[in-house]
C-alpha cells in the first residue's frame, strides 16, 4: 500500500503544514551561489535548483558536464539539512533551454548517479515534465528508485486550466509513470479556473496514494500557494529574491500566511 507522504532528507511531504520550495538560478557558480545564499535565509527545506538557467550559452554535452561539476559546490552550500530538487524547464515548460527528451534523461540520471564522499546521492529530488517521452520518464523514474531519489512528475499549462476531472486524471497518471510527488502547474482566466484546480487537488488528495503539488499560477491564483494545506497540496514554491513562476510569492510572507491559514 502506498503511504500517504514523502520523506526526503528529513523533511516529511504530505504531513502538516506544507513545505516551501525556494527556486535558485545563475548563468555561472558565483551567480548560483548568491543565490543559494538567499535560498539558506529563507524559511524552506527545499530548494530547487533550475539547470535550464545555468551556462545558459553551451551546448548540450558541456552544460551537462557544468552542471554535474557543479553539483558537489551546491550539495556542500545547501548543508545537511535542506533537501536539493535538481530541475531542467524548456522554454515550452516556462524554462530557458531546448533538450531532447534522450538528453535530458541523460543529465537527470547523470545526477541522480552523482554522489557524495561517502556514497550518498547529492540531489534528493528530480523534476520531469511528463509529457515528455514515457520511456524517458521511466528511466529517470528507474534511476531514482534505485538510489533512493523521489521523482516530481511535472506538467505545466500557461495558456489556461484544464477541468477538473482532466487535472485529476494528470495527477493520478503522473503516479502511474513513476512520479513520487505529482504537480500541476496551471493558469487559470477567471476564479472558477481556481477552483477547478483546487477541487482537482482535494479529490487526489483523498486517494491517500501520496503527496502531491497543486499551484494555480498568476495573481488570480496566489491563493493556491497559500492555502495549499487546506486544499491538499503538500507544498508550494516561493521565491527568495527573483520569481520563478507568474504568481510566485516571497517565501517570507509565504511562511506567515501558511501559518495563518492552516486550517
Known amino acids: 500500500m502506498a503511504s500517504p507522504t514523502l520523506t526526503v532528507r528529513g523533511v516529511e511531504l504530505g504531513a502538516g503544514r506544507p513545505e516551501i520550495i525556494v527556486p535558485v538560478a545563475g548563468d555561472d557558480e558565483a551567480a548560483l551561489h548568491g543565490h543559494l545564499a538567499a535560498a539558506r535565509r529563507a524559511p524552506a527545506r527545499i530548494v530547487e535548483w533550475r539547470t535550464d538557467r ?12 557544468a552542471v554535474l561539476a557543479a553539483l558537489p559546490g551546491v550539495r556542500e552550500a545547501l548543508g545537511q539539512e535542506r533537501a536539493l530538487l535538481l530541475t531542467l524547464r524548456t522554454s515550452a515548460e516556462g524554462g530557458d533551454r531546448e533538450i531532447a527528451d ?40 528507474e534511476a531514482a528508485r534505485a538510489r533512493v531519489v523521489a521523482v516530481v512528475g511535472s506538467f505545466h499549462d ?47 488528495a483523498a486517494d491517500a496514494a501520496g503527496p502531491h503539488l497543486a499551484i494555480s499560477m498568476g495573481s488570480l491564483g496566489a491563493v493556491s500557494r497559500v492555502a495549499a ?23 517570507e510572507d509565504v511562511s506567515r500566511l501558511l501559518d495563518l491559514l492552516r486550517p
Do not use: C, N, W, Y
Not at 535530458?104 to 556514497?119: E, K, N, Q, T, V
Not at 486550466?161 to 477567471?190: M, N, S, Y
Open 229 to 251: 494545506e487546506t486544499f491538499g497540496s503538500a507544498a508550494t514554491f516561493a521565491s527568495a529574491g527573483e520569481a520563478s513562476a507568474p504568481g510566485q510569492l516571497d517565501a
Open 54 to 65: 545555468f551556462a545558459r550559452g553551451a551546448g548540450t554535452a558541456e552544460h551537462r558536464a
Open 158 to 204: 500557461f495558456a489556461g486550466t484544464p477541468e477538473e476531472a482532466r487535472i485529476v486524471e494528470i495527477l493520478r497518471g503522473q503516479r502511474a509513470l513513476g512520479a513520487d510527488l505529482p504537480k500541476v502547474a496551471v493558469t487559470p482566466r477567471d476564479p472558477r479556473d481556481v477552483l477547478a484546480l483546487l477541487g482537482a487537488s482535494l479529490t487526489v
Open 102 to 141: 534522450e538528453d535530458l534523461a541523460a543529465l537527470l540520471i547523470g545526477a541522480i548517479r552523482a554522489s557524495a564522499p561517502d556514497g550518498a546521492p547529492l540531489v534528493d529530488l528530480v523534476d520531469v515534465e511528463t509529457a515528455r517521452d514515457a520511456g524517458a520518464v521511466r528511466a529517470v523514474a
